[in-house]
């Protein structure tokens, strides 16, 4: 089955540096990479995703870009504010019936 | 629009207690999921239900059994809770899986679950 790995489990940063967590995954099949934000006692939230055929996608202080022949994918955010901090997941998507696997979750914390 | 609907949100059981967690989603959502929450880890699939009179298991079924009992709901049952099924269950839906697939999950709120 698909496996995901992502880096690092923590991350601190100043506010307004940049933050980027990596994933990487095994299944070449997979074809949908989705990132989550979630907030303690909170449910995953989406935040961004991005398709197999396309490289990049930016929504605002948010990006990701994927590699599919490394099989990596990566989530940039800029400017980062306080309310940024909570644990993010990455995702991948394979099988038929669309399951997600995914990483262990990075817990980023914005220092004011 | 309620999205996905769990219940019960919060529920201590003893070891050998059993237990239904319910799902429902009023979306037309054909594939529908349950994922386990540990502390420190992402989610893990349990069972998924790629349309309604199938369900096939994920990664950790172990001590878990399910029920698609109509399109709109998906059960999770433990028939003798153990300690290590202590975490948080997600319950989740898609509109479902091939062409089908609109790139979007919908998660319920979460059910949190302690067996002491």
């Known amino acids: 089955g698909e496996n995901v790995e992502q880096h690092p489990s923590t991350l601190s940063v100043q506010e307004g540096d940049s933050a980027v967590i990596k994933c990487t995954y095994s299944?070449?099949?997979?074809?949908?990479f989705p990132w989550y934000k979630q907030e303690l006692g909170k449910r995953p939230q989406l935040i961004i995703d991005?398709?197999?055929?396309?490289g990049e996608k930016k929504d605002q202080r948010i990006a990701v870009t994927l590699n599919k022949t490394a099989k990596h994918f990566s989530l940039h955010i800029t400017e980062t504010q306080p309310e940024d901090s909570a644990v993010y997941f990455c995702?991948?998507?394979?099988?038929?019936?669309?399951?997600?696997?995914f990483g262990s979750g990075t817990q980023l914390t914005v220092l004011p | 629009n309620a999205g996905v609907t769990q219940t019960p949100k919060f529920q201590v059981l003893k070891t050998g207690q059993s237990m239904t967690l319910q799902c429902a989603q009023d979306?037309?959502?054909?594939?529908m999921y349950w994922y386990r929450q540990d502390p420190g880890m992402g989610l893990r699939l349990i069972y998924y239900?790629?349309?309604?009179?199938?369900?096939d298991k994920g990664e950790v079924p172990n001590g878990y059994n399910v029920s698609r009992l109509n399109k709109r709901e998906f059960s999770l049952r433990l028939e003798s809770a153990a300690p290590s099924q202590t975490s948080v269950y997600f319950c989740?839906?898609?509109?479902?899986?091939?062409?089908?697939?609109?790139?979007?999950?919908?998660f319920g709120s979460g059910t949190r679950l302690t067996v002491v």
């Open positions: 989740a839906s898609t509109t479902g899986g091939g062409r089908l697939f609109n790139y979007g999950y919908t």
């Open positions: 299944d070449s099949a997979s074809n949908y």
């Open positions: 991005i398709r197999s055929n396309v």
């Open positions: 995702a991948a998507i394979v099988g038929s019936a669309r399951q997600l696997t």
């Open positions: 979306m037309n959502h054909n594939s």
């Open positions: 239900s790629a349309s309604e009179g199938t369900t």
